[in-house]
């Protein structure tokens, strides 16, 4: 669990940098690999939603990491249009018989649109526009902490002291506790 301190959240931030960067390089192999399928309507939207993300993802790996007002609306654009680009290039892919490969990109179209949430996550969008927490409703408890779960990044208000090992986060019901290696 990643305390949403301002460590925290730079470490969240520099998470979703790091997989915009790799997204966008995997888009771009993708797109230039579906050259050598045979041109369909299918093939040609691929190629073209894949081709639109690549300068979407350049211009959200530059505005979020200046954290510049408008680096949250690239970021979820650029994720929105890659999970689409990754969907349709997988259901493509997979109806050509290569189930494999298919699966594969339809699984990283999945996984880009469940960091939309955390791109448009209250406590996020506050930390990222630097503004204090009272002004946007979010009043924390005594003791209480903003944290992400390690499982679907959603930003939870916890309390460390309280926090147990059988302990759910109620978005994706995975354990708010990672067991370590020296336990």
């Known amino acids: 669990m990643v305390l949403s301190d301002s460590k925290g959240m730079d470490r969240l931030l520099r998470h979703l940098i790091v997989f915009i960067s790799v997204m966008t390089i995997l888009i771009l ?7 050598q399928y045979r041109v369909s309507v299918s093939v040609s939207a ?8 690549v300068p979407m993802g ?5 505005t979020l990491r200046s954290r510049s ?5 690239f970021g979820v654009s650029f994720l929105s249009i890659s999970s689409f680009s990754l969907l349709i290039s997988g259901i493509t892919i997979f109806s050509m018989g290569h189930s494999f ?8 179209g999945i996984s880009s649109i469940r ?3 955390v791109l448009r996550s209250r406590a996020f969008t506050q930390w990222y526009s630097g ?15 903003l944290a992400t779960c390690p499982s679907c990044h959603s930003i939870l208000a916890v309390i460390p002291s309280k926090l147990g ?11 708010l506790i990672r067991d370590s290696p020296g336990r």
């Not at 192999?29 to 050259?35: E, N, P, V």
């Not at 350049?58 to 530059?62: N, R, W």
């Not at 007002?69 to 609306?73: P, V």
């Open 29 to 35: 192999l993708l797109s230039i690999s579906l050259l």
């Open 131 to 145: 503004s204090p927490g009272n002004d946007r409703g979010i009043v924390l408890g005594q003791g209480e902490v």
């Open 46 to 53: 691929s190629i073209l939603a894949s081709l639109l993300s």
């Open 115 to 117: 960091r939309v949430r």
């Open 101 to 108: 490969q298919g699966a594969l990109y339809a699984i990283l």
């Open 165 to 175: 090992i059988h302990d759910k986060c109620p978005s994706c019901s995975g354990s």
């Open 58 to 62: 350049i211009a959200a790996i530059s």
């Open 69 to 73: 007002a408008s680096g949250l609306w």
